[in-house]
């Protein structure tokens, strides 16, 4: 790596989430005397052999900041190469590591937004021979692009939040049925930004990243444009059947951050990016939370933990205006419930007083009511579409 002048020269076009790339180096000490001269920091522990032989290490150990830039020789010349610009480093240091050492230096695109040219990397840099760890480096980067209309026509509409433009809303899945009408409705009134694995048709702008990942916080918000006035909390990790004690640790973990984690972790970007006269946290529930479905243990256990969460957030987010709901359908023939049978959809239809089935044109005008001015003192509660159902 460090006699190749040669970079990747991958396209916007080229990027999505998952891409990957590494390479391996060997460091010396004469690495390190170099590096010192350049950046000014001669500290002993690094440059003079003597000093650090006495000191906790044994001998010397290499600056952390050498390791940011090994991850920026990773970006700048391999992924994305050589139309990347960084916009900021987040690192985390473990072990010292020792000279001479071989490291290998790995990243993973975590976020991409295609709209807004840019993304965020994580990268480690660990022992190349039993992986231990050294290191570990977010990376938020932009794309430059040659200049055309059609881009900076997008950069004007997404990135500024001036006069006449449209209230942002994040939205979180939209693939499904009752997401993408969702995001259809919502569109016509807001910049639309949805985040998850797949980018639904209608949005204004997609961010691509997994929501069980470990940092997706942290790639989100450094991905999003200027101020929120709310988000729409829509994705799930669909609803596994069985009871609970024949669910796995990991599918409960799954629902039970989707419930928690994931909502804490809109409504903390929120407050970050809140404008004074409030906004919006809104989540899709399910009847299910209160009919107790044994046969969707794991799927009631979350969906009921989202509940009981977005109640406690809304006391927390109520001196900030910021109003905090939850949209509980009942039984809809879509998403999950998408192949249930004429019998089956019959059967739930029979139970409700009203008459009929909870169809998304009703969550649609639910969360519209929640997201309009009429909704701003109405924060901490269920709403429930059950159509007389207790």
């Avoid at 830039?69 to 916009?87: D, E, H, Q």
């Avoid at 993304?119 to 050294?134: C, M, P, S, Y």
Wanted: net charge neutral; charged share 20%; proline share 4%.
């Amino acid at each position: 790596m460090s006699n190749d002048t040669t970079s990747a020269d991958l396209a916007a076009e080229d990027l999505r989430v998952g891409l990957a790339a590494d390479f391996v180096r060997t460091i010396e000490a004469e690495d390190l005397a170099a590096f010192g001269l350049l950046s000014g920091d001669l500290n002993p522990l690094h440059v003079d052999a003597d000093v650090a032989a006495d000191s906790q290490f044994g001998g010397q150990v290499t600056h952390g900041a050498f390791l940011v830039a090994m991850v920026s020789a990773l970006v700048g010349m391999k992924l994305p190469g050589r139309r990347v610009l960084v916009t900021g480093f987040n690192a985390r240091f473990g072990s010292p590591v020792r000279v001479p050492e071989t490291l290998r230096v790995s990243g993973t695109i975590v976020a991409w937004n295609t709209s807004l040219q840019s993304g965020r990397l994580a990268a480690r840099v660990q022992r190349a021979t039993d992986g231990e760890h050294f290191a570990e480096v977010g990376v938020s980067f932009t794309m430059q692009q040659a200049k055309s209309a059609g881009v900076q026509a997008v950069d004007k509409r997404v990135l500024a939040r001036g006069v006449g433009t449209q209230p942002r809303l994040l939205v979180t899945g939209g693939g499904g049925g009752l997401g993408r009408d969702l995001v259809k409705s919502l569109a016509e009134d807001f910049e639309v930004i949805t985040v998850g694995r797949q980018a639904p048709t209608g949005a204004t702008s997609h961010i691509s990243l997994d929501l069980l990942s470990d940092d997706w916080e942290l790639a989100l918000e450094e991905t999003l444009p200027g101020p929120l006035y709310g988000a729409l909390h829509v994705a799930w990790p669909g609803a596994p059947r069985g009871g609970l004690m024949s669910s796995s640790k990991e599918m409960r973990r799954q629902q039970l951050s989707f419930g928690t984690d994931v909502l804490i972790g809109l409504a903390q970007i929120l407050s970050r990016r809140i404008e004074p006269q409030g906004g919006r946290l809104i989540a899709i529930g399910s009847q299910v939370a209160h009919t107790r479905n044994v046969r969707l243990g794991a799927y009631v256990l979350g969906k009921s933990a989202l509940e009981t969460t977005m109640s406690l957030l809304a006391k927390e987010l109520a001196p900030l205006r910021i109003a905090c709901n939850v949209i509980s359908p009942g039984f809809m023939p879509v998403g999950i419930n998408s192949k249930s049978s004429n019998r089956e959809q019959l059967q739930e239809k029979a139970g409700v007083p009203m008459g009929r089935l909870c169809a998304t044109t009703d969550v649609v005008a639910a969360v519209r009511y929640l997201l309009g001015e009429g909704a701003e003192f109405h924060t901490g509660r269920v709403l429930a579409l059950w159509g007389g159902q207790e």
